[in-house]
């Protein structure tokens, strides 16, 4: 009987074994459901995520500078053009040169039909705040020698967010440069835009005109 008991007994341990040796390996299965991610997968695919963002981000981002970059270089060209075709314009419609250097021009004649005879200068902004600029000058009446410097009617003539120089050259009419007032009669006038303010130039535009025919 007691051989048999014991042998009971131990019938019993080995089925014990037995059944935790089955649930362990179940439990483990449970612990992960058939078609789920791991903890480190899910981190991997969370970086990865995050890293393509990070690409198109900088890719949307250096587009948007680009078209920016792209549309003040535009206006830049604009502004060098238009400034370069109304100066000359002036230059055209104009009878004598006043003063003429190499970064300031004054103008005289009559510029509409029956008007007195007045003066006009172009010149660079020298204040703070207008560096950078073209000014207009315009002074009607006797047109006293260095009226851009005494004072006027004047008004930018570039836009004040884009740095902006004309230089000027002066030659007679067979095209020899000279110095004399009197003897100028086309004027070289080049027209230099700084997009971005860098000390650099963008555009440069370069143009002759003519004074008018009725010289003094």
Same mark, same amino acid.
């Given at each position: 009987? =007691?051989?048999?008991?014991?042998?009971?007994?131990?019938?019993?341990?080995?089925n014990a074994l037995d059944t935790l040796r089955i649930?362990?390996? !179940?439990? =483990?299965?449970?612990?992960?459901?058939?078609?789920?991610?791991?903890?480190?997968?899910?981190?991997?695919?969370?970086?990865?995520?995050?890293?393509?963002?990070?690409?198109?981000?900088? /890719?949307?981002?250096?587009?948007?500078?680009?078209?920016?970059?792209?549309?003040?270089?535009?206006?830049?060209?604009?502004?060098?053009? +238009?400034?370069?075709?109304?100066? /000359?314009?002036?230059?055209?419609?104009?009878?004598?040169?006043?003063?003429?250097?190499?970064?300031?021009?004054?103008?005289?004649?009559?510029?509409?039909?029956?008007?007195?005879?007045?003066?006009?200068?172009?010149?660079?902004?020298?204040?703070?705040?207008?560096?950078?600029?073209?000014?207009?000058?315009?002074?009607?009446?006797?047109?006293? +020698?260095?009226?851009?410097?005494?004072?006027?009617?004047?008004?930018?003539?570039s836009d004040p967010t884009v740095s902006t120089t004309? /230089?000027?050259?002066? !030659?007679?009419?067979?095209?020899?440069?000279?110095?004399?007032?009197?003897?100028?009669?086309?004027?070289?006038?080049?027209?230099?835009?700084?997009? +971005? !303010?860098?000390?650099?130039? +963008?555009?440069?535009?370069?143009?002759?005109?003519?004074? !008018?025919?009725?010289? =003094?």
């Open positions: 009987m =007691r051989t048999i008991r014991g042998s009971a007994e131990i019938g019993k341990r080995g649930a362990i390996p !179940r439990f =483990r299965d449970s612990a992960i459901p058939d078609g789920g991610f791991t903890i480190v997968e899910l981190l991997m695919a969370l970086a990865l995520g995050a890293l393509v963002m990070l690409v198109l981000f900088r /890719a949307f981002a250096g587009a948007v500078a680009a078209q920016a970059e792209t549309e003040a270089q535009i206006a830049g060209h604009q502004q060098s053009r +238009d400034l370069a075709q109304w100066i /000359a314009g002036i230059i055209q419609a104009s009878s004598a040169v006043r003063t003429g250097t190499a970064s300031l021009l004054e103008l005289s004649g009559s510029f509409e039909a029956g008007a007195p005879v007045e003066c006009v200068g172009i010149f660079p902004g020298r204040l703070a705040p207008l560096r950078g600029t073209v000014v207009y000058e315009r002074r009607r009446a006797d047109c006293p +020698d260095g009226a851009t410097s005494t004072g006027g009617v004047a008004a930018l003539a004309v /230089a000027f050259g002066y !030659r007679d009419a067979r095209g020899r440069p000279v110095a004399d007032v009197n003897e100028m009669r086309l004027i070289d006038l080049t027209v230099t835009v700084d997009v +971005d !303010r860098d000390g650099r130039a +963008d555009y440069r535009l370069t143009q002759v005109a003519a004074l !008018r025919g009725d010289h =003094r």
